[in-house]
Each structure stands twice: as C-alpha cells, then as structure tokens.
C-alpha cells in the first residue's frame, strides 16, 4: 500500500492513564466520523515507514482540543507507550463524502485553471487559507502566481473529474 493512497486522521501524541488510552491531535474535518466506535484506522510508523496496522475504535472523547482515544485490544499504558509520534491514516477509498460545490484540498491541486473565454492561465499549485476565504494560487507559464479568492464571483464551475476549474477574472486579479 503506497502512502500516496492513505489520508492522515491524527497523530498519537501521548498516552493518557493507565488504562490504555491514547491522545490524538487530530488532524481531519471529520473527528465524529474517524473517532466514533467501530471506526478502523491504520496506524503508521511515520519514521520507520513499513505496512500500517490495522485499529478499531473502542471509544474517543474530545479534550482540550485533542482526542482521547481507547483502541481495542489495547488495555495498559505499556502496550501504548511505544506508539508516540504514530499516525493514524484512512484509506483514499474512505473518504467522506462531500456536499455539492465542497472540495478536498487534494483534489483541487493540480487542477488547470481557464477562463470563462477558454484561455489557459495555469494550475493550482496551492491553497491558502488567510481567512474569510480560501486563496487559489495559480502557477502560470510565464510570470508571477496568480491569487484567486474561492468565491462564488471568481470560482465559476469546478470539474474534479476532467481536473478543470473554469474562472471569472474580476478586475484587478491580473
């Protein structure tokens, strides 16, 4: 299984009791879903690399920002103590899914980038997020990046399956 395939849920950052828990900085949109009882995670030597070990969830509650997660089959603090630093990962085939006009990051990247016209002006490179709105920075062929807000004025028509997106160049974007 390549990594390029797996999704990051969190990262075990300590242990928490006696008992076996663990404490998870997560690191998705959807802590309800990975976090819930019954839910199977992969645990990942992130240094070490080689094939991840399947865990289930027994329970997880949310604490200071962070998840305290029970896994089954794990019951004392030395059965746990060596996973620190671990992460947790999903299958790509695992995602959730989204609503209508919702994107995952990953899927966005990489995208060419037209406008309404037709003319090419690059692809995504990245996504930034400084606050009300997301920013799609575009690599064009020649010269600097371009900076489009992710709105509705902008963004005209996305097609994640053609790796498209279709824009409106307001005023001032050039």
Not at 11 to 38: C, L, M, S, Y
Not at 99 to 112: F, H, N
Request: net charge negative.
């Amino acid at each position: 299984m390549s990594e390029q395939q797996l999704l990051n849920v969190g990262k075990i950052v300590n242990t928490h009791g006696v008992r076996g828990e663990i404490k998870v900085w997560p690191q998705t949109d959807f802590p309800e879903v990975r976090f819930r009882a019954g839910s199977r995670l992969l645990l990942v030597n992130p240094e070490a690399g080689g094939q991840p070990a399947e865990v289930e969830v027994v329970s997880a509650r949310e604490q200071k920002n962070m998840f305290v997660v029970r896994l089954k089959g794990w019951d004392d603090i030395n059965q746990v103590e060596k996973y620190k630093g671990w992460e947790l990962k999903v299958e790509a085939a695992d995602r959730v899914e989204l609503e209508e006009d919702e994107y995952y990051l990953s899927d966005i990247v990489g995208c060419a980038v037209v406008t309404e016209e037709g003319e090419a002006l690059g692809f995504v490179k990245e996504i930034l997020s400084p606050g009300a709105n997301d920013v799609w920075v575009v690599k064009r062929p020649k010269g600097g990046d371009l900076l489009l807000p992710y709105i509705d004025e902008v963004v005209k028509e996305v097609d994640i399956a053609a790796r498209k997106v279709k824009v409106h160049l307001m005023e001032g974007l050039l």
